[in-house]
Every structure is written in structure tokens, then in C-alpha cells.
């Protein structure tokens, strides 16, 4: 599978964003998609995550607890990543990755496969 990060840019504070995980190659249903962050000079941080056991799940942690919401859309092969009252604190390239797993796991080595990355920055 072949996977294409889009929708990333500007963004102030308090904004919205939706990020698109384009697929190709094979379903994103037969995957578990993943999105990740890494912020320079941070790790890689699981953000969220679909398949089709676990559903859609989001990170607990504080720093975007509530605020964002992963979906999919099987028909057009997209997994998508809602972004709402951003933060500076946001800023980071964000990576949607498949692993070959029916359930969702917070860890990158757990996805064999990555997209290129689409970066987004929140700043006034």
C-alpha cells in the first residue's frame, strides 16, 4: 500500500485543519492507519488511530485529548485526521502510516508502511 499525506499548512491558533491519508494500492480497510506528529527536535508521538476492530481511536494524551477526531472513508480509500482548536504547541510534520494489524497500536514500529509527511504550522 501506498500512502499520501495532504492538507497540511498555516494555521492560527484556535483553528481548525483536516489532514487527508490517501491510499493506493490496496484498501484501508484491510489496515490499521495511523497518524503520527514528531516536532523538531521531539520523537515521533502517536496522535490517532482506525481499523476496522477498534474503530477510531485518539490519543489520551493531554496534549490532544478532545481535540482530535480520525475517520475514514472507504470509498475514496482516505483516512482523514480532524484538527480543531490548534495550538502552537501542534506545530510538527504529520505522518499517516499502515500496519498490517487488525488493531489500532500507538507505536510506529508497529506500521510497515509511511506517506512522505505534510507539515503544519500554528502560528499567529
Known amino acids: 500500500v501506498q500512502l499520501q499525506a495532504s492538507g497540511g499548512g498555516l494555521v492560527q491558533p484556535g483553528g481548525s485543519l483536516r489532514l487527508s491519508c490517501a491510499a493506493s494500492g490496496r484498501s484501508v480497510s484491510n489496515y490499521a492507519i495511523g497518524w503520527f506528529r514528531q516536532a523538531p527536535g521531539k520523537e515521533r508521538e502517536f496522535v490517532a488511530g482506525i481499523s476496522w476492530w477498534s474503530g477510531g481511536i485518539t490519543s489520551d494524551a493531554d496534549s490532544v485529548k478532545g481535540r482530535f477526531t480520525i475517520s475514514r472513508d472507504n470509498a475514496k480509500n482516505t483516512v482523514y485526521l480532524q484538527m480543531s482548536s490548534l495550538k502552537p504547541e501542534d506545530t510538527a510534520v504529520y505522518y499517516c502510516?499502515?500496519?498490517?494489524?487488525?488493531?489500532?497500536?500507538?507505536?510506529?514500529?508497529?506500521?510497515?508502511?509511511w506517506g512522505q509527511g505534510t507539515l503544519v504550522t500554528v502560528s499567529s
Open positions: 502510516a499502515a500496519g498490517d494489524t487488525r488493531m489500532v497500536d500507538n507505536t510506529a514500529r508497529s506500521y510497515e508502511y
